[in-house]
C-alpha cells in the first residue's frame, strides 16, 4: 500500500485528490497538509472526507507519493527538496507545464523557483506521453484547459489532418476558478450569466501552444507552419465541467467528413480507457465525477473545417484525475485503478 | 458474485443503481430491462453508464437478486411472480410500502395488485428495521422523503422526547420527479424558481404516518396521542438532494437544548455508517452521490421545540443507496459494500 | 419631479432602487452614495445601470427624497440628520425596525445610534400600515422574511383564525445575503446545494414577532396567548426570490378548509394592487423581478392546520420595491406608480 | 394607442411581448391568440401576466398591428392574409427572414407557405437596417443567434476589417428552445451541464451568411471572396442570455488592436440606443430582460484575429425586445418607447 500526501489539500483539486484516492485500493492517503487549516481536522474543513481521520498539517509526513496542489510558484518550491529527494511527485500547479522559464516568468510574472528540474519534468498527459510519464518522477499535471484541447486536437495535429489556424473555445464551470473568493465568482453574480475572460491571453494558452507545436508534423519546407492558436475561455453557471470546441481547416487530408474524422479518432484511441469518441455531440454532465473525456470530431463541409467537441470534468480529468492516472503509470499500477466509477447521473 | 437485474432501468433511480453497483465488489449487473427501450445499448441511453456492454431487455434474465424501479402497481405486478419463486427482491416503488392495501388504493388510486405479499414485505429503512430486512426476501425500499424524514425524527420519537404535532417541511431537487418529461421540470420553469407542492396530500405522507405511528411509544394512558403530521414538499432548482426540516414540540423529556438533543441522536444512531449527526447545520452538497445522511438536531428554546434538519441525495440514500444497503444486508455483506465512495463536492 | 438619493448605492438592495427608479415618472434619481465605490460612475460598477449618467458620491447630495441601504447601525447614524433635517427618508436596514432598542442591541450586538427616533419610525408593510406610512417622514422597510411572512399570515392573525404555535420556514436565494464575499455565497459551494441557516435565531424573528403580536387579537382572558413563533430560514440555489411557508393550528374559528381560507384572505387583501390570493400553490418565478405577492393559503384538513405558501422578490417586494411603494405612499402618489411591470417570466 | 394583437402568446416569444407591451406608452394588447389555450384567461396560463384581463381567443380580433410568435410555415400562413390587408406585422418566427424560398425549403423541409411575399418583407435587425424597416409593413424578426452575431461582426465587416473566415461559437440560456417539452430541456438533464449541437447546420447559419453576404465589401476583383461562415450553438444552464464568441482574421486594413477595434465600433454604432461597445468582456446577466446588446471587439495580436464578444437576452433583443423596436420604428415613435427598463441585476 502505497503511502500518499497531499500537500495543501484546502483547495478544490487537493480535496477531490482525497475523494478519489478513498477508493483506491493500493493507495492510502497519508498526511495532508494546507497552512491556512493546519490543525482542523478534514473532516471539518470538508465534511464530505468526514470518512477520513485524518488532520491537516503543516507537512505531509513520511510518505511514498506526493501530490501538490498549491498555487504556482509555491508549488515548485515546495516540491523542490522532494523531487531531490527522490519521492515521486505529481505537481498540479503550473510551474512544471512549461518547458522554457522564460515563457514561464512572461505568464506567471515571477521567476521559476526551481528551473534546474524543469529538464527532469514530464507533461503528465498520460495519454499523449505514456512511456515518459511511466519512468518520470516528476508529473507537471496538465491544465484543466489544455487537457480538454489536446485530447480534442491530438489526432488531427499529429495524423496531419489539420492546418494551423486553431481556434479553441472552451466552456467551463465555476469550480475552475478555486476556492478563494471573488466577485465574479459569487453566486448572484455568476448564476444565470455567461461570460468570457482571458481575452488578453490566459496562461493556459501557452501550455496549449507548447504542446501542440511538440506534437505538429514537421514538414518537408524548411519553415513548416506552426499552429497559430486563439483560446477564449468562458465562465459558465455550474460547478463542474469543461466543454472545448476546437476549430481547425481541414488540410489536404484525406478526412473530409464527420465520419472519417471518427474513425480516425477511434483508431488514435484504440485502447483508451479515458477517452472516448462518441457520434454524437457530448455533455459534460455525462463525465461529472469522472476520469472520462468523450470526444466528438465532426466537419463543417461547407468551411471544410474540422469541429472538434470534448468533454470532462474539470476537477478530475483536468486535474486531480489525471493526477492519479499519472500516479497509477508511474507506479506501474493499471492506469484505472481506483478511477472505475462511472459518472454521476443526473 | 451475485448476479444483478434491474427491473427498468431506464429511469433515474434505475440508473443510479446501475451506477452503484458497478464498483460494488460482491454483485454483478447482468440484466436490465425496460420495456420503452428494449433492445438498445444501455450506453446508448445513458452515456454515462457505457461502462457496461448491456442491452436493454424486455426480462432481466436469470439473475440472483433483483431489484425493480418500475412506477408503482407496475412494479408489484411484475416482482410478484419473483418474489413467489424466491428470488430476493428490493422494491423502489411505493408497492410494497404501506401495509394496509385500502389505505394503498386510497391514495394511489388503484387496486393493490398483490396483496396477498403484503405480509412479507419489510420497509428497508435498514438502520431502523435492520433484523426484520435482514431476513426478509422482499424489501420495501423507502420514498425518499420518508427516508429524510424517518431519519430526523426517529430518535426523538424512540426516547419520547416530542408531542405529536409533527410538521415536516423538505426541500427537494428536481430528480425526484423522475425523468418523465413535464412542464413543472422544464428548465426554463422550474429554473430560479421554488414552489411548494402536494398541498393537499403528498403520497409520502400516509408512508411517514405508518412509520413515526409505529414507532411512538405507547403511553400508560388507554388512548395514547397519535403524531399530528403535515408535509409540505419544495421544489428547489437543483438536481440531487432532499432537506427535510422537521419541527415538533418538546414534551416532557430531559432534552432542552440542541446539545442535548445531539447528544441524544449520537446515542441512538452510535455504530451507524451512514447516518451522522452534525453541529452545524448540514447542506445538500455535503451528501452529494453518496449513501449518507446528515442529521442536525437543534432546539428552539423560546418556544420550546426540537428543530431537525437531515440531508440525503434523494437517488442515493433516498433510493438506490438505500436499496443496496438493504441488498447487502439481506446477503450478509457489510452493509457499506460497494458504498463507500464519499460525496462528490464542490 | 422628486430628486431622489440613495445612500449606499453599491449593494444589490441600493442597485435595484436605481433599477426601478428608472422608469419612476414622477421620481428622478439624482445622487448616490457608496464609500468604496465614491469617485466611479455609476456605470462602471453595474453595467445594467449604464442609462445613468451619475458619480458614486461621498454624500447624495441635495435632494427631496433619500432612500439608505447601508447596514444597520450605519444607516441610523447616516440617516438621523437627515431625519432631524425634515428630509424623508425610507430606511432598507433594520436600523428603525424593532421598536425597543434593547432588543435591538441584543440581537445586532450595538447600542443603537439613534434610539430617539424610533418613536417616529413607522414600519413600512404598507399593506398593513397604510395610513400610518402615509404621514410618516421616517420609514422603517421591512427586513425581507417578515415582509413574506406577514403578508403571508396577518389575514389569519387578524380574523382570529388560528392559534399561537406559529411554524415559518422560508427559502431564500442567495441575493438575500448580499453583495460581501463569503464561502456560504461561493458559486461552487451555493450551487446545487440547500441549506437551514440561523437556527439559533436569525435577526428577522424578533420583528416578525413584534409585528405579529402587535396585530394578535386582544382575548378577553387577561392573559391572552402570545404567538409563539419558530422561523428556519434556507439558502436556495438561486438569485433571488423568498418562498414562505407558514404553518398554525386552527383556532375555533369558521375556516375549515383551503377555499374558506382563500375567500377570507381574498376579502382582507380586496384592493391591494401588490397582493394576490392565488388558488394554487404559487412560484418565486412568477415574481421574479416584479413588487408582487402571492398568498396561497390552504388548510390541512387531516391536523386541523392552516397552511400558507407566500412569494415575494427578495429585492422588490422584499426591499427595493417595497421602499419604492412607500415612498409612494409618503408622496401622496398612487402606490403603484412606477412598479407596474410585471414579472420576468420565465 | 395602437390596438396590438399576438398571434401565438403561448410560447416564450408571445408572453414576453406580452410582458413589454404592458408597460408601452403607446401600444395597447387587445388580442392574443394560441390554439392550444384557446378559450383560457391568459393570467391562467402566465400568472405574471394577470395585470392583463384577456382571454386567449383562436384569434387576435380587430388590431392595428400583430406580432406572430407561431412556428414557422404556421405564421406566414397566419399572416399572408393581414399582410395583403394592409395590416403591419412584426413575424417573429423564420418564415420571412430567408430571402430564397428554396433555401427556406432546403433548412426548414417545407415549402414556403407565401412565397410572392418575401419581397416585401424586411429583415428587421433595425440598427443594420433602420430606413427600409421604417417604410415596411411586414419585418422578419431576426433569429436570436443571428443577432448576437450579426451586431458583433457588422462594423468589422461593413470596415472592411476582417477575411472570411467567420467562426461564430455561440452560448444560449435553455429558454431559446422553446416552451415546447423535450429530455434535453428537462431539468436534471440540462442543468449542471453544457453540450454543443446543431453541428449539422443549425437554421439560423444560412440566415447569418445571408446577412453577412449581403453587408460584405465588393472588392475590385471580379470574384470576390466570400464569408466562410462556421457557427456551434451551445446549451447553457441558465434560461435566458445569448453570448456569442465571433473570430475572424484581421484583413489587410488598420485595426490592430482591441483599443482601435472598439475605436471602430464606437463611431459604427454611433448614436444607438440598444448597442454598447464596452471595454471589458460583458455577462449575459448585464442584459438580462432588457433589450440591450454589449459588444466587446478585441484584437488577439499574436494570431492576428479579431475576437468579438456580444451579449443580449434572447428573449427580448434576440425576440420580443427586437419586435417591438421595429414596431416602433415602423409606428414613426422613438425605438426606445417601452423599452426602457433597465436590465435586472443580479
Redesign the interface.
Known sequence: MVRVGIINVTG?AG?ELA?LL??HPEARLTGVSGRSAAGKPLAEV??????YDLTIGEEVGEVDFVFSALPHAASAEAVAPLVRAGVPVVDISADFRLRDPQEYAQWYGVEHPAPELLARAVYGLTELNREAVRTSRLIANPGCYPESALLALAPAVQEGVIGP?V?I?S?S???G?G?A???T?????????????G???HRHLPEMVQELEAMWPVGEAPEAPRP???F?P?L??????I?S?C?A?LGQGTVRS?EEARELYREFYRGESFV?V?DS??????????NMC?V?P?V?A??E?L?V?S?IDNLVKGAAGQAIQNMNAMLGLPETTGL???????
Chains 1, 2, 3, 4 share one sequence.
Open positions: 478544490y480535496a475523494r478513498y477508493v470538508f465534511p464530505h472526507l468526514a470518512c489556424d481556434i473555445d466552456k464551470g465555476v469550480s476558478a476556492r473568493l471573488g466577485l465568482f459569487h453566486f448572484a453574480e455568476a448564476d444565470e450569466s455567461v461570460s468570457a475572460y481575452l488578453a491571453g497559430k492558436v486563439t477564449t468562458h459558465i453557471p455550474m460547478t463542474r465541467g466543454l470546441t476549430y481547416p464527420g472516448r462518441v455531440p457530448p455533455a459534460t454532465k455525462q463525465v461529472s465525477g469522472s468523450l466528438h465532426t463543417d461547407r468551411t473545417r469541429v467537441v468533454v472505475e466509477a462511472p459518472a454521476i447521473y443526473p
